[in-house]
């Protein structure tokens, strides 16, 4: 199936790494024009160096006031992907508030404001738009030590709803992707203990974690009008983990 974005603006949130960095160079290979950000500016400089005519923002999307200024001066965009995400792993017992606080800013503030903006300046230009979030299969099942980042991608799946209710009769659709574990930065921080890995690969009909190809793959289809009847689905991308 060729998917074409040549004449889209996207944007990409956490593309400095992983899952974003993915994204940003597969809409690139098929013709958008992209707009990465992210908060460390060493990433963004090789991403420029890789991905020639790629535009860059860096910005702490923790930061409210500055992710509005930041996306305010991107001006027109069509495609927006809210990929950043933050995982601090705390038994429940031990939950801080700095991680309650620092997750809900940057899996779910942020991408209310982020999509806020995106989705004025769609609707003020009378375009139709798509808008994907990278939630997790952590959404919909309970994983030890992760009361707030299921708490957050949870959020993440609602809101992604209520945003494809309210959106859908301005042209915007919105989905989420919800990945199982892909060995990114993130997800060897978490999952490279082969004692903690071996569980939920067994629970796992395809028998392996996801690559970030099978993410991106998906994000560009729900970004595409190949999914133009499509919108506040949330699409696992965790080879059967959640039906086993
Ligand atoms: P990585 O940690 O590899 O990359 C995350 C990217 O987001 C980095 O570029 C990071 O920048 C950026 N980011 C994080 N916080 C902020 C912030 N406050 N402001 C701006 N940028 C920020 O993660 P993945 O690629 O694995 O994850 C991407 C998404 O996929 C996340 O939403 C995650 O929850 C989700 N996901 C991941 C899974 C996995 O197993 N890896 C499974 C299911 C879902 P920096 O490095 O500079 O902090």
């Not at 809210?82 to 017992?93: D, I």
Request: net charge negative; with cysteine; glycine share 8%.
């Amino acid at each position: 199936m060729e998917i074409s974005f040549a004449g889209r603006r996207a944007v990409v949130t956490g593309a400095g790494k992983g899952i974003g960095r993915g994204t940003v160079k597969a809409l690139r290979a098929a013709g958008a024009a992209v707009i990465a950000l992210t908060r460390s500016p060493e990433d963004l400089e090789s991403l420029a160096r890789e991905c020639p005519g790629v535009e860059t923002i860096c910005v702490d999307l923790g930061d409210w006031s500055a992710t509005e200024a930041a996306i305010r001066s991107i001006g027109p965009v069509d495609l927006l992907v809210n990929n950043a995400g933050v995982a601090h792993l705390q038994p429940f017992l031990d939950v801080t508030q700095e991680a309650f606080d620092k997750s809900f800013a940057v899996n779910v503030r942020a991408v209310i404001l982020v999509s806020q903006i995106v989705a004025r300046q769609m609707i003020e230009r009378g375009v139709p738009g798509a808008i994907v979030n990278v939630s997790s299969q952590a959404s919909q099942v309970a994983l030890q030590d992760h009361a707030v980042y299921c708490s957050t991608k949870g959020a993440l799946d609602m809101l992604t709803k209520v945003m494809a209710l309210e959106l859908g009769p301005k042209k915007i659709r919105v989905n989420c992707v919800n990945p199982t574990v892909v060995m990114t930065d993130m997800g060897r921080a978490n999952w490279s203990d082969a004692e903690k890995a071996e569980p939920m690969l067994n629970r796992i009909p395809m028998g392996r974690f996801a690559e970030v190809e099978d993410v991106v793959n998906s994000i560009l289809f729900l970004l595409s009008d190949k999914s133009g009847m499509t919108t506040g689905a949330c699409l696992p991308v965790d080879g059967g983990y959640l039906i086993s």
